[in-house]
């Protein structure tokens, strides 16, 4: 199974500040159409994760560009720009590029 | 608008089958792939499998072959999971997805 690392477990934010979190993948989730497959999600407390970046680096409706994904093959990163009160909660990665589909142990977000 | 309604609240005793429901509209579900997810409580997110509502296709994570069954009715717009032969191990929150959107997510407990 493909197994994706997430770092730092738990990230403490003054809103308005920028923050960082990464994610690393045993194995590269660049697929033979040239498409890498890794996804952020954020779950807030108590609800249901929802998408953020989908395909590495592509927003998805309806999300703030304060978000942004990028990376490499194996390597990733989402950052968001100005983090406000409501980018609280954990954020996890994920990768759809072979079966089982594997998500990331999740980083926590609070604020200072 | 998407929306997926899943089943309330479920309180099994160990061995008992549990079948949970996640009722759509806002979108073709005929046509559509349907997933369902795993999260213990303060875990990370484990995928369990999907199918395809055009045909009834099935794609399952190892991990869950045996324990869970993916079935669809499309005239009600509706993906089922069947959870059998339960231990205290399968209680956690469960949740179906589609490419974009997530259900509310389920409780299983597993007690006697």
């Known amino acids: 199974d493909i197994v994706l690392t997430q770092a730092p477990l738990s990230v403490s934010v003054t809103p308005g500040e920028s923050a960082s979190i990464s994610c690393r993948s045993s194995?590269?989730?660049?697929?033979?159409?040239?498409?890498?497959?890794l996804y952020w999600y954020l779950q807030k407390p108590g609800k249901s994760p929802q998408l953020l970046i989908y395909?590495?680096?592509n927003l998805a409706s309806g999300v703030p560009d304060r978000f942004s994904g990028s990376g490499s093959e194996t390597d990733f990163t989402l950052k968001i720009s100005k983090v406000e009160t409501e980018d609280v909660g954990v954020y996890y990665c994920?990768?759809?590029?072979?079966?089982?589909?594997?998500f990331g142990g999740g980083t926590k977000l609070e604020l200072k | 608008q998407v929306k997926l309604q899943q089943s309330g609240a479920e309180l099994v005793k160990p061995g008992a089958s549990v079948k949970l429901s996640c009722k759509t509209s806002?979108?073709?579900?005929?046509?559509?792939?349907m997933s369902w997810f795993k999260q213990i409580p303060g875990q990370s997110i484990e995928w369990i499998g999907m199918?395809?509502?055009?045909?009834?296709?099935?794609d399952y994570n190892q991990k869950f072959k045996g324990k869970a069954t993916l079935t669809v009715d499309t005239s009600s717009s509706t993906a089922y999971m069947d959870l059998s032969s339960l231990t205290t191990e399968d209680s956690a929150v469960y949740f179906c997805?589609?490419?974009?959107?997530w259900g509310q997510g389920v409780m299983v407990t597993v007690s006697s």
């Open positions: 997805a589609n490419s974009r959107y």
């Open positions: 806002g979108y073709t579900f005929s046509t559509s792939y």
């Open positions: 199918i395809y509502a055009g045909d009834g296709g099935t």
């Open positions: 194995k590269s989730l660049l697929s033979s159409k040239g498409i890498t497959s």
């Open positions: 395909r590495m680096s």
């Open positions: 994920a990768q759809f590029l072979e079966y089982p589909w594997t």
